[in-house]
């Protein structure tokens, strides 16, 4: 694996203008040992397109819809984030999962929309606390699995990002420990690999979930650990760029 990742994804936090300033300020300190993914709002991708563009750094989405266009009110299309400068979209992140009650289905669907389009989809998948303690993770985690990325690896499609991320790690503070997030990680990439060939093997695997400038290092020992999906550390330049230069 060359290059870690680290995905910055803002959620729905900036205005316009935080979201203008965070650019610079991370595009200024950018380091060439990391591929730089930031994801802010919708309605600011432009702007912070615009602001990259020059730079190493690239933009990504938060989410789309899987219709190219049409009456769809307030849905974006993939294509349209092609339109703006987006490389990535995050797909099926345990928000939209969770509070926006998004399926397996539907993101099977947006993950077609989004290759279509000639987008990088970082597929988001992972168990909630329940699960986990009910001994399901390994069920769970390779169902959401299978359901977006079985199709893709069918075709001979292997340019997309998984990224683990325990909903009970996720804007807690309690990030996983290196073992148990290697333990899913090294699940995922031999799950794929034993069904489709060691040519999967070459997806990135991200971990999301409390990654901060603290525990970065030391997750990132882990052999199939290829960079994180950073939530609340990457809203500020200083942690998030802590988080960067680990690698
Ligand atoms: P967190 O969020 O880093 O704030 O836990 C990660 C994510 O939701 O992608």
Redesign the pocket.
């Known amino acids: 694996m060359n290059k870690k990742l680290i995905v910055g ?1 803002w959620k729905m936090n900036t205005t316009l203008g935080e979201a203008q300033n965070l650019a610079k300020d991370i595009v200024k300190h950018n380091s060439p040992d990391v591929q730089i993914v930031l994801c802010p709002p919708a309605v600011n991708l432009y702007s912070v397109g615009e602001i990259i563009k020059d730079s190493s750094v690239l933009l990504g989405a938060q989410n789309c819809y899987f219709e190219s266009k049409g009456a769809f009110t307030g849905e974006i299309s993939a294509e349209m984030l092609v339109s703006v400068g987006c490389a990535y979209v995050i797909i099926g ?3 939209r999962r969770h509070i926006f009650k998004e399926t397996n289905a539907m993101i099977q669907k947006k993950v077609a929309a989004a290759v279509r389009a000639g987008l990088i989809p970082i597929i988001c998948i992972g168990e909630t606390l329940e699960e986990r303690q009910a001994n399901k993770t390994l069920t769970v985690v390779s169902k959401q699995l299978r359901s977006a990325t079985d199709f893709l690896f069918e075709d001979g499609i292997t340019n997309f990002v998984i990224a683990y ?1 325990p909903v009970w ?4 503070g309690l990030s996983a420990t290196p073992e148990q997030a290697e333990e899913i990680h090294s699940f995922i990439r031999d799950t794929c690999a034993m069904d489709f060939g060691d040519s999967t093997r070459k997806v990135p695997l991200l971990y ?4 901060n400038e603290s525990n970065a290092a030391i997750l990132l020992t882990q052999p199939n650990i290829d960079g994180f ?5 990457s809203l500020k330049s200083d942690s998030f760029l802590s988080i960067c230069n680990v690698v």
């Open positions: 994804n992140h345990s928000e991320e790690a996720i804007g807690t999301g979930g409390s990654v999906l950073v939530g609340g550390a």
